[in-house]
């Protein structure tokens, strides 16, 4: 999971990623909030396993936003969840993106067709991204496959803000909102788009939201995040 903003003064678009191993401690309003939603929610918990609680797709993206939010001590205004289903045509919405591959990679795609990663740099189309990105079994670590998961977003959105037409990049967000499950839509945010096109590259900032990793989870350094 990822958490973006935007800045309007410095044109600078962050991005926050959260490990799927996360342990959260939710604050009892939050809490309070979330269990009147599922009584299956614990208060102190981990962020992967709060969709577990819900039976409903949009009620699993609400209530992991509201928790993240919650993290951060701040408001998010939508969510959009690239589904499994959705990845590869999300990616395969750009040219094949050229990714320094951080290590050989062996993997089944969704055809069981055997796809091998060699390591270096090399354009990957959307099965491979989609392979390379959601198994973890790859990776020694969850915070490995995170820094994978880093590198390649920040890969993908560097080319996507040096599309050379307003034009062109205002095809692939309608494209993107008409594949991704979202609380909004390309017309809700077509006013936003004037602040897209202001993104440069240099502008892009991905970070891992603040903590400390062990083997079997990710522990936030609250302080920290919400002066963050």
């Known amino acids: 999971s990822a958490v973006r903003f935007f800045n309007v003064n410095t044109k600078e678009c962050n991005y926050v990623f959260f490990p799927g191993n996360t342990k959260l401690e939710l604050s009892d309003s939050a809490y309070q909030t979330l269990?009147?939603?599922?009584?299956?929610?614990?208060?102190?918990?981990?962020?992967?396993?709060?969709?577990?609680?819900?039976?409903?797709?949009?009620?699993?993206?609400?209530?992991?936003?509201?928790?993240?939010?919650?993290?951060?001590?701040?408001?998010?205004?939508?969510?959009?969840?690239?589904?499994?289903?959705?990845?590869?045509r999300v990616v395969n919405l750009l040219e094949p993106v050229q990714f320094d591959v951080p290590k050989k990679?062996?993997?089944?795609?969704?055809?069981?067709?055997?796809?091998?990663?060699?390591?270096?740099t090399q354009t990957l189309l959307g099965d491979q991204v989609k392979g390379m990105l959601t198994k973890p079994e790859l990776y020694d670590s969850e915070m490995e496959r995170l820094q994978c998961s880093e590198d390649y977003i920040?890969?993908?959105?560097?080319?996507?803000?040096?599309?050379?037409?307003?034009?062109?990049?205002?095809?692939?967000?309608?494209?993107?909102?008409n594949l991704v499950?979202?609380?909004?839509?390309?017309?809700?945010?077509?006013?936003?788009?004037?602040?897209?096109?202001?993104?440069?590259?240099?502008?892009?900032?991905?970070?891992?939201?603040?903590?400390?990793?062990?083997k079997s989870a990710y522990t936030l350094n609250y302080k920290e995040l919400q002066k963050m």
Do not use: H
């Not at 062996?106 to 067709?113: E, L, M, Y």
């Not at 993908?156 to 034009?167: E, F, G, I």
């Not at 017309?187 to 004037?194: A, C, G, L, T």
């Open 154 to 177: 920040k890969a993908y959105l560097t080319d996507l803000v040096s599309l050379q037409s307003r034009d062109a990049q205002g095809t692939y967000y309608q494209d993107y909102y």
């Open 35 to 88: 269990y009147g939603a599922s009584t299956n929610i614990k208060q102190n918990t981990y962020l992967k396993d709060i969709a577990t609680c819900f039976a409903q797709d949009s009620d699993r993206y609400k209530y992991t936003t509201l928790a993240l939010a919650d993290a951060l001590g701040t408001d998010i205004d939508y969510y959009e969840a690239v589904t499994s289903d959705a990845i590869i």
């Open 105 to 120: 990679m062996s993997f089944k795609d969704d055809s069981n067709i055997s796809v091998v990663l060699k390591k270096g």
């Open 181 to 214: 499950e979202s609380n909004t839509s390309f017309e809700k945010m077509r006013p936003y788009m004037e602040y897209w096109y202001q993104i440069k590259p240099a502008n892009i900032v991905i970070v891992t939201a603040q903590g400390k990793a062990s």
